[in-house]
């Protein structure tokens, strides 16, 4: 394709949303897998606990005997925190920044006040990834297009757009995090990037 109409690019933009293959597109899967286990476990806790026939007591026992979460999961929660963009701060001050917005989302989400994601319990975290990874989802959407956008402003077609991505990011456009298509949106906008370092036809 020598040169691609804004519905062409926007058909790209809808292709990048497909499943990639690897470890990246497996890691949601896995993701959400492992929260539905531990959904489960917390269902059945909170049965048996109901069954006990003292209610008072139930209420005590589940909340002393809730799950506490595996290591893995809170890895994955802190990745699903990137990739939702709540902890996007870096450089001087990031840390606190981002602790900050973190337990924000933290009590306007679970309901939940912490100091450390390690406070929170197994189901917990578990809901926090599900919810995160939907709002990942939104935020790589909203990423796409408006790369597409700015893209198609610069007169570029679909197939100089994967090439330089590609080039620029070194992973191909499937394998790219949404904290990757920022960085390649940021240096669109910068114009470290313009349709004169895209290959030409027939060019590397």
Same mark, same amino acid.
């Given at each position: 394709?020598?040169?691609?109409?804004?519905?062409? =690019? &926007?058909?790209?933009?809808?292709?990048?949303?497909?499943?990639?293959? #690897?470890?990246?597109?497996?890691?949601?899967?896995?993701?959400?897998e492992r929260a /539905?286990?531990?959904?489960?476990?917390?269902?059945?806790?909170?049965? !048996?606990?109901?069954?006990?026939?003292?209610?008072?007591?139930?209420?005590? $026992?589940?909340?002393? @005997? &809730?799950?506490?979460?595996?290591?893995?999961? *809170?890895?994955?929660? #802190?990745?699903?925190?990137?990739?939702?963009? $709540?902890?996007?701060?870096?450089?001087?001050?990031?840390?606190?920044?981002? /602790? @900050?917005?973190?337990? !924000?989302?933290?009590? %306007?989400? =679970?309901?939940? +006040?912490? +100091?450390?994601?390690?406070?929170?319990?197994?189901?917990?975290?578990?809901?926090?990834?599900?919810? *995160?990874?939907?709002?990942? !989802? +939104?935020?790589?959407? /909203?990423?796409? &297009?408006?790369?597409?956008n700015v893209w198609?402003?610069?007169?570029?077609?679909?197939?100089? *757009?994967?090439?330089?991505?590609?080039?620029?990011?070194?992973?191909?456009?499937?394998?790219?995090?949404?904290?990757?298509? %920022?960085?390649? *949106? &940021?240096?669109?906008?910068?114009? @470290?990037?313009?349709?004169?370092s895209a290959p030409?036809?027939?060019?590397?």
């Amino acid at each position: 394709m020598k040169a691609a109409t804004l519905q062409q =690019l &926007q058909s790209f933009a809808d292709n990048l949303g497909q499943p990639a293959a #690897g470890p990246i597109s497996d890691a949601p899967r896995k993701a959400s897998e492992r929260a /539905d286990v531990l959904l489960e476990a917390a269902r059945e806790q909170s049965t !048996a606990a109901a069954d006990d026939g003292d209610i008072v007591d139930a209420v005590v $026992v589940e909340d002393e @005997e &809730q799950p506490k979460p595996a290591a893995k999961a *809170l890895r994955d929660l #802190g990745v699903w925190f990137g990739e939702a963009g $709540v902890t996007v701060h870096t450089g001087k001050g990031s840390t606190k920044a981002n /602790d @900050e917005a973190r337990f !924000a989302w933290i009590a %306007d989400n =679970l309901d939940a +006040t912490v +100091t450390s994601t390690k406070e929170l319990n197994a189901p917990q975290v578990a809901d926090a990834i599900k919810k *995160l990874m939907q709002q990942a !989802a +939104t935020r790589r959407a /909203d990423l796409q &297009q408006r790369i597409v956008n700015v893209w198609a402003d610069l007169g570029g077609n679909n197939q100089q *757009l994967s090439a330089v991505f590609t080039r620029e990011m070194k992973k191909p456009v499937g394998e790219a995090s949404n904290a990757d298509y %920022d960085v390649f *949106l &940021q240096k669109l906008n910068n114009s @470290e990037v313009t349709l004169d370092s895209a290959p030409t036809e027939g060019g590397a």
